[in-house]
């Protein structure tokens, strides 16, 4: 079956520290990843994804996501944490049973980010 | 529009009641999914609707939820005779083929 595992609940970083979270995924075929913000009492804001191509993505707000394909991961990065980082984060895989580039998202559970200043 | 918009953003119900929550995807985008978000949980996939090819119904929960798009762009999704377990925030996202979702801020649904 396809899923997402995001294996922290929460991670804590104090400001200007580096920030991982963490994203495994299992998919049949090329997996399209994705990940999302959610600000309180916010919808989901789109960050980034990786469809094809650089492992490395770059998205919005400083935040960049490497693709491993025989570690099966994607893990969210960024150099330097600031406190309005702080959201809840969600990874997630399309779903490949319309064929790569149609259908669903399989979202993990989320992981609560945390920086203190 | 510029975004997705749902409504209401807010609904409170009383068990046993039918409701609709409706969704505006963003102008041109073929494709419209719903989710559900509980509190403390992941989203939760409900239904997805693909330009005129039949939906995608394998994540509702039981008959009593429901949705149509009329016309490949509003859509509304029906829940019949509520339970406390319904209680949710119910996403709606759109997007054009192969690319990102883009999210509404959703609709609180509280049934009491």
């Known amino acids: 079956a396809q899923s997402v595992a995001q294996p922290e609940d929460q991670v804590n970083v104090a400001e200007g520290n580096p920030l991982t979270v963490k994203c495994t995924y299992s998919?049949?075929?090329?997996?399209?990843l994705f990940w999302y913000v959610q600000y309180p009492n916010r919808g989901l804001q789109f960050l980034l994804k990786?469809?094809?191509?650089?492992?490395l993505v770059k998205g919005s707000y400083g935040f960049e996501a490497e693709f491993n394909k025989s570690q099966t991961s994607f893990h969210l990065k960024k150099p330097s944490a600031l406190v309005s980082d702080s959201a809840l984060y969600f990874c997630a895989v399309r779903d490949n049973r319309y064929g790569g580039s149609q259908g669903n998202l399989i979202f993990g559970k989320g992981t609560k980010l945390s920086v203190k200043p | 529009g510029a975004g997705v918009s749902q409504s209401p953003s807010n609904k409170v119900t009383e068990k046993g009641k039918d409701v609709e929550l409706r969704c505006d995807p963003i102008?041109?985008?073929?494709?419209l999914y719903w989710y559900r978000q509980s509190l403390g949980q992941g989203l939760e996939f409900l239904i997805y609707?693909?330009?005129?090819?039949?939906?995608?119904k394998s994540g509702l929960p039981s008959d009593r939820f429901s949705a149509e798009r009329t016309g490949g762009s509003v859509s509304t999704l029906t829940i019949q005779r509520t339970q406390q377990e319904d209680s949710a925030v119910y996403l709606c996202?759109?997007?054009?083929?192969?690319?990102?979702?883009?999210f509404g801020s959703g609709t609180q649904l509280s049934v009491l």
């Open positions: 998919v049949s075929g090329n997996p399209y």
């Open positions: 102008s041109g985008h073929t494709a």
């Open positions: 990786y469809i094809t191509g650089d492992n």
């Open positions: 996202a759109s997007s054009s083929q192969g690319a990102e979702l883009f």
């Open positions: 609707f693909q330009g005129n090819s039949a939906p995608d």
